[in-house]
Each structure stands twice: as C-alpha cells, then as structure tokens.
C-alpha cells in the first residue's frame, strides 16, 4: 500500500522510465529530491508541430472514418492506455512523461 501513496494523485506512472530508444540515459540519485518534490510533477504543454489534428481510420472495426487528436499524451494517466509506447517516439517516456508532457497540436 505504500508504493499507491508514493505517486501523486491521479497518475498513473510511479516512476519516468528510460526511452527504448535512447542510447543514454540518466536517472536521478533517490535522495537528491524529498518525497513531496517526487510526488509534484507538473504538467507540462509543450507545441507540436504536426500538419493535422485528423487523422483517418482505415479500420473495418471502427464506426467512424476520421478522428481528431488535438494533442499527443494524456493527463488522466490510466495505467493500461494503449498510446503510451507512442511517447517514446517523441523522445519521451512512457511513464510520467507520457502524463506530464503534453504535446499540444497548433
């Protein structure tokens, strides 16, 4: 039950796991920052320059031929969301990044 209280409220991600596809990475030493400085990640919304917020679903399974995507992460941090591995892609993580870098669309 600790490891619950350890994380802020909300999110999902306990932790900001290394990019796959980095060939560094760093990690912070535990005790250069407090347990409240650990649990505040805030949230971030950074420009994303893609040419398009539609992007169409060519899929049979699918109602719907176009969706919109105004922004690339999420906030609602739900643990078992699919589009988490496509923040990687971006140079992010999958873990908090993925919660607290938000890529808005302009």
């Known amino acids: 039950m600790a490891d619950v209280k350890a994380h802020r409220k909300g999110r999902a991600a306990g932790s900001n796991p290394a990019n796959r596809f980095d060939r560094l990475s760093t990690e ?6 407090t347990e409240e400085e650990r649990r505040a ?3 971030k919304f950074l420009t994303d320059t893609t040419r398009s917020v539609l992007s169409e679903n060519k899929s049979p399974d699918v109602g719907f031929r176009f969706s919109l995507n105004p922004y690339r992460g999420c906030e609602h941090g739900c643990c078992y969301c699919f589009s ?9 993580s999958a873990g908090l990044d993925f919660e607290t870098r938000i890529m808005v669309k302009h």
């Open 28 to 33: 912070l030493d535990p005790g250069e920052l």
């Open 41 to 43: 990640v805030p949230t």
């Open 84 to 92: 988490r591995a496509s923040h990687e892609y971006l140079g992010f």
